[in-house]
């Protein structure tokens, strides 16, 4: 174990430090790793890139900023509290409005796996960069008119954008990202984080559910690839009252009153929670060691859910809708989680039949991402791989 002069503490290997040992230390044990401007880190996947292959060209899909309002129609428009009658209308209007929104997602990590997995060299990276960019210099996601529907899919757009370019930041030469271009960047990140802490902070306890947990997986993201520390702690402030929710039998209730969409939405829930945490630890702070026995109650019921949904339907008296649930970007937080804490029952099986893999919203390629021993150096202090090299 190393403990560096600021405080914050290193693992080793995939370690995790004991909360007894944190309380000896005199700190607490979920914020132990007090933030630090210059030294909040991501997994190591996010640092290892493949040489440039050579030949051939590379297309950028540009996607035209979006400036629009951000007042969009619910998909369960008309539904009772349980919001969870699909309106097939009110979704078609949904996807419309939502149409660049989505797609600007989709190509930013998209360019982000084309430099970072695939080896397309600077001409990917530059796509995200020109991409988020347009976006910053257009006040992209920061309308004057928004609604709840809307903040849901800014917070969505925060976190793939964010994630895609964490990678090809942590990924590339330091020297590529001192410029203005990546100022706009950056400060345009933070501007979308404030719009999103302002929506969902302070929330009303029955209000706050999946939607939060995203919430903190953006500005997380966000708070990493711009050094923000009021994001971070943000975050961490949200995960905490994740984790406040859970049940002695482990779930989550606000996602169980979904009715027959209850797994459908513990397992949503799953995807951000499982990636704060899997960040969290990577900094110093052994949130899985702290809630544990909550944490890993509530993952192992949805795993089991996803086998067999006889218990959540007894709890819930609704047959559960499984459909898109076993898909690689339904099942795509299971990666972080074995390679972090290792396998729960019926993990291995999953990711064997659904693999690779993949979430846009996660960061991508999630199995590049996390399929690299150790997810961290020994030291603590993850730095690119020697196979990178400066494109």
Not at 67 to 94: C, H, P, V
Not at 269 to 277: D, R, W
Request: net charge negative; proline share 4%.
């Amino acid at each position: 174990m190393s403990i560096g002069g600021t405080g914050r503490v290193c693992h080793v290997g995939r370690t995790l430090l004991s909360t007894a040992l944190m309380s000896i230390m005199g700190v607490t044990a979920v914020h132990a790793a007090q933030c630090e401007t210059d030294g909040l880190r991501a997994p190591m996947g996010y640092y290892q890139i493949p040489e440039a292959r050579e030949g051939g060209s590379y297309t950028c899909d540009r996607v035209e900023p979006y400036r629009g309002d951000m007042n969009f129609t619910s998909k369960y428009e008309g539904s009772d509290s349980a919001r969870n009658e699909l309106n097939e209308d009110a979704y078609q209007s949904y996807l419309d409005a939502t149409k660049a929104i989505r797609s600007f997602e989709k190509e930013v990590i998209a360019a982000a796996d084309d430099y970072q997995v695939d080896g397309d060299g600077s001409a990917a990276r530059d796509c995200v960069l020109e991409n988020l960019d347009a976006w910053a210099q257009a006040d992209a996601l920061l309308p004057e008119e928004i609604n709840h529907v809307g903040e849901a899919v800014r917070k969505w757009a925060l976190a793939s954008a964010a994630n895609a370019y964490l990678r090809v930041k942590l990924s590339s030469d330091g020297a590529a990202f001192k410029d203005e271009r990546t100022a706009r960047i950056e400060n345009w990140f933070d501007d979308v984080a404030d719009g999103v802490r302002g929506y969902y902070t302070d929330r009303e306890p029955r209000k706050v559910n999946n939607h939060d947990y995203w919430a903190a997986w953006a500005v997380m993201s966000t708070s990493v690839a711009t050094g923000n520390c009021g994001h971070w702690d943000w975050s961490m402030t949200k995960f905490e009252e994740a984790m406040r929710q859970i049940t002695e039998d482990g779930y989550l209730p606000k996602e169980l009153s979904r009715e027959d969409r209850a797994l459908e939405y513990l397992n949503y829930a799953m995807q951000p929670l499982t990636m704060v945490a899997v960040f969290a630890e990577v900094n110093g702070i052994p949130v899985h060691e702290t809630y544990g026995e909550g944490f890993e109650t509530l993952a192992r019921n949805v795993v089991a859910g996803l086998d067999d949904a006889s218990e959540i339907e007894s709890i819930t008296s609704y047959s559960q809708l499984t459909d898109g649930l076993h898909t690689p970007w339904g099942l795509a937080w299971m990666r972080p989680w074995t390679e972090t804490w290792g396998e729960l029952e019926g993990m291995s099986e999953f990711l064997a039949s659904y693999g690779p893999v993949k979430s846009t919203r996660l960061g991508g390629d999630v199995e590049f991402l996390y399929r690299i021993d150790p997810l961290w150096p020994a030291d603590g202090i993850p730095v690119a791989p020697d196979l990178r090299i400066d494109h």
